[in-house]
């Protein structure tokens, strides 16, 4: 009897034990399962094929508040031909109907008599809006980009990535952050959404697997600073000015709003070392 007892409870106890033990294991794989796996970027596929974009209405109005290093308005004016003494020489004239006014050529260093100043066969203001080098005769360079957000002493390049493919992502994610395919383009209408490493697999590729993990120490106010710098050498600066902060669920779709305004979001892996989340601080272009 004593023998039967004590079999009954050597298996209970075996049972327990053995119990426990696939329970360590289950906790620790399912630990290691979200540890650093998702990459920051890893959030959904977007369809945002239509990002509508206004020529020019999400850049700053006045040529006085774009931060563009260049001569005056009036030698550049000049030496494109146009005529002083005429309306084709106003700041919001558009001469080559391209739908991009002349201070904006000015700024892009783009002709302001000449539709496609590049001949690529896409026009300066389709370009533009769409994030492309108007004044590159390869019709897919794209402006050299850089964020900087100096509250928490970050500065990167910003890929434009043609994919939403995860291991796409990964590679450009070697090179810094990265400008989420189909976006917005810098200063345009439409959330622009910029993704980077929170944390990474220690033996990942790259020197940017962690240039987010500081981004919760940003507040509301805050400014963002995106510079745009062009193949002729033009560059423009972007201010964006911090409107909120939140966390969300892995798949929350609602990340891929787009928005009607000149809108930053800057994305990443939330909480460091996991995919469970995403940590998402969005911006405002400052007028
Ligand atoms: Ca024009
Ligand atoms: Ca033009
Ligand atoms: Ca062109």
């Known amino acids: 009897m004593y023998a039967l007892y004590k079999k009954i409870r050597n298996s209970w106890v075996s049972s327990i034990l053995f119990a426990c033990v696939l329970l360590v294991i289950f906790l620790v794989l399912f630990y290691l399962s979200n540890l650093n796996l998702g990459p920051s970027h890893k959030i959904q596929s977007v369809d945002q094929n239509s990002v509508a974009i206004d020529p020019g209405a999400g850049i700053k109005e006045k040529l006085g508040a774009l931060d563009v290093s260049m001569e005056s308005y009036d030698e550049w004016a000049k030496s494109e031909g146009l005529n002083s003494n005429s309306n084709n020489n106003a700041l919001d004239a558009d001469p080559d109907g391209d739908g991009l006014p002349n201070y904006l ?6 002709n ?15 370009e533009i809006q769409n994030g ?5 005769s390869n019709p897919s360079a794209r402006a050299q980009v850089e964020i900087s957000v100096s509250k928490i002493n970050i500065a990167a390049p910003v890929i434009w990535s043609n994919t939403t493919d995860s291991a796409g992502m990964d590679k450009d994610l070697e090179n810094g952050v990265i400008h989420y395919y189909q976006t917005a383009a810098p200063g345009q209408n439409g959330t622009m959404i910029v993704s980077g490493h929170s944390s990474n697999y220690v033996w990942a590729k790259g020197d940017y697997n962690h240039i987010f993990a500081d981004l919760n120490n940003v ?10 710098t062009e193949a002729n050498g033009r560059v423009l600066t972007y201010s964006y000015k911090i ?3 939140k966390i969300v669920s892995a ?6 709003d ?5 809108t930053l979001e800057l994305t990443t892996c939330w909480p460091i070392g996991t995919n469970l989340q995403r940590l998402i601080v969005t911006a405002d272009l400052a007028q």
């Open 219 to 228: 507040a509301v106010g805050d400014v963002i600073t995106v510079k745009e």
């Open 251 to 256: 798949d929350d779709q609602s990340v891929f």
């Open 132 to 136: 492309y080098d108007p004044d590159a």
């Open 105 to 110: 050529e000015y700024a892009y260093g783009t």
């Open 243 to 245: 409107s909120g902060k």
């Open 112 to 126: 302001p008599t000449k539709a496609d100043t590049d001949g690529d066969g896409f026009s300066d203001s389709h």
């Open 258 to 262: 787009n928005s009607s305004n000149p």
